[in-house]
């Protein structure tokens, strides 16, 4: 499992499609890789850890535009 999909990076973390696809456009999280044809998001397991740091930086009450990793 070298790459997941963005359905699976949303499943494995509790997400939505939507926000992986919002933090894509802040650049707060890109993913590892875009399909130049299919315009198709694959992410790297080892970006979850990221993820979980951005979830548990919202719950101290950050904003996202002031999370910088």
Not at 12 to 34: A, C, F, G, M, W
């Amino acid at each position: 499992m070298d790459r997941l999909s963005i359905g699976q990076m949303a499943e494995l973390n509790h997400i939505s499609k939507q926000t992986l696809r919002y933090y894509d456009r802040i650049k707060l999280l890109e993913p590892y890789i875009v399909d130049e044809e299919t315009g198709y998001r694959y992410y790297s397991i080892k970006q979850s850890a990221r993820l979980d740091m951005i979830q548990y930086m919202k719950s101290l009450g950050m904003k996202l535009e002031d999370i910088t990793l």
